[in-house]
């Protein structure tokens, strides 16, 4: 990607690293390994010196042959190493910058250095492709191999290594990266997110200076709680909705990472994650393989909305459990009852959720402890027997009735977290995570059970595992995570407490896969006190996730807009609360932008809402397909506009939803100007009408009378360049329309 001349003492030193100059080596003669997707390439390539580098990160180009020119065309500042842009930098030889691996050898020794040995390329799929390439140190027998697995219709990335000695005693690992990515571009613009409990994925979006800007989470478990891993970065200027070069990247990992984004002496933006390595130097036997999770991207040349799309089919088409088929809709009891129910009021909620329309009934937090029981927040975790004074039939006696009601039946755990009130903490203290010379700290009055022992992961297992043997036709779990992990320290690893952080995801990942072994395909939700773990490396085994126990419907057009960059509609469970000012139909509205469910008290609703929520889950059901398996696009950005729109487009461009909330309640505020549709087809007709209306209310939309209306035909075109009003105002707050070819 550079040119490697350095003027140093007035003496032309040629860097070889890439062979193009010094050398007499061609472009054609060099390893040049190629990684496309496509829309995308990145080229690596081996210099006369074997180091790996990366050459090229971006849109793909028309001829594969002009890649080496592509160094030829910078004039920057040297390269004081020759490796700038190595592919997987590795620290204590000739590096000056942060490093992607850094070692201490058997011997004590810190340097490595990493040359590449060969590589081969899979074909796993049509679609997919996955490239390795080994890297040896000449002096230690160290090997690192990098994987890059393409999705080329996706065109998304996901990049890992696999780290391997055979030394004379073990190696510690003082940094193992996932990825090392290299950028170039005249600025770049970082959207990184932070939050806190019912604050989930606030933006925030600046341009990097020179230095190293870190994200990165110590948290443990509920790891996401003040920063997710997910990030963009744009080049040049802060890509548009539809226009601009952007990377959008994130950890497949639920507990420390740090993503490192440097812009080098030579104004290349590198950007370096992985596990953090906070606290976590990782002793690596002989002939013991460290792999790292992978780092997941994709880039657009062609703005935001085009990378999110890249996201959300590649999530909904290989990481997601069940990411094509369907989801239930649900009622929860959590904001109804809170701890507080029994058997008849459940009796009642399950004749609530059948009245209802939807499809389950999800029992919430407190069902569960009898020495300790969970009555409050202070007790119960970890003894996962019904309480008898609320459930004196068990749980089995509510599935029975769920089932006698035609409803499904689901159920909340939060399976890695101890109370410290409860026999599970006085029977195996040596399971929790604690220092066992400190005083404890709780977060939310509970602490973390101890992943990394296998003794506890079979507990975890067991829990999940007894329920469904209790109760097989149990429909969905609610896993939780609540607390953060204080005073790492974990009894089972004994001196290697270094490894901890590692080895708890670890834990939770064997269980979840065992979990996924053998009850493949039970929905699960991902939650952690509202959304502080939505991440992929979670996600693989979970259908869906909760992005905040904030639910009022205004947070949450802002909170759901910014996560649907990432995840796709399907896999964000939003629920209809009674949560904010808003009026019932504008809390449905919003919900419905992906994954409906409710928690609100039915036998409360007047006779208009519940028929409005009835009418609603109806026409929620035969427009699911398209808000799940549609192409999102966003048309009208609330943190610019007053309105907030966006649409799901099906496949074959013949159906479209397009969702419309008023954001700003200032005096006359609402949509004045027509809303640009998207990704419908130009030369296709189609017809617009207001949906999910409220009981008694027209639309001006709907109806022959007005001079927009339901039977007009539009065409595609007019839709996507003159644009349609959907008439928000302050006295229509919310509107939903489906678009239909006719
Ligand atoms: C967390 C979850 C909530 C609810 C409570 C129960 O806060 O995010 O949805 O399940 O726990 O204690």
Redesign the pocket.
Known sequence: MKNKNVFYKGWLIMFCSTGLLGTGASYAQMVTIPVETAKTAIILQVASNKDLNTIYLGKKLNNPDEYGNVPGVYKQAGDYTGMYNSAYTPAGSRNLLEPAIAVTHADGNNSLDLKYVNHTTTRVSDDISLLSVQLKDPVYDFQVTLYYKSYYNEDVIEQWSVIEHHEKGSVTLQKYASANIDLNAGSYWLRQYHGDWAKEMRPEETELSHGIKTLDSKLGTRADLFMPSVFMVSLDHPATEDEGSVLFGSLEWSGNFKTDLEIDPQDNLRIISGINNYASPYPLAAGQAFETPPFVYTFSAEGKGKASRNLQSWARNYKLVDGKGSRMTLLNN?ESTYFDFNETRLSELLKDTKKLGVDLFLL??GWFGNSYPRND?HAGLGDWQENRKKLPNGIAAIAREAQSDGVKFGI?IEPEMVSPKSDLYVKHPDWVVKQPKREEYYFRNQLVLDLSNTQVQDFVYQIVDSLFIKDPALAYI?W?C?AVIYNAYSVHLHQNQSQFYVEYVRGLYKVLQRIRTKYPNVPMML?S??GARVDYGALQYFTEF?PS?NTDPLERIFMQWEYSYFFPAIASANHVTDWGKQPLKFRVDVAIMGKLGFDIVIDKLSGNDLKFCQDAIAIYNANKPVIWQGDQYRLSDPRTESVASLMYVSADRSSAVMLNYLVNYRYGEGSKRPIRLKGLDAAKKYTISEINLYPGSTSPINGTHSPINSTKVYSGDFLMTVGFNPEISAGRTSVVLQVKTL
Do not use: L, M
Request: aromatic share 24%.
């Open positions: 959590w919430d937090d927040d909340w609610k939780d609540n939650c006190g509202g909760w126990d």
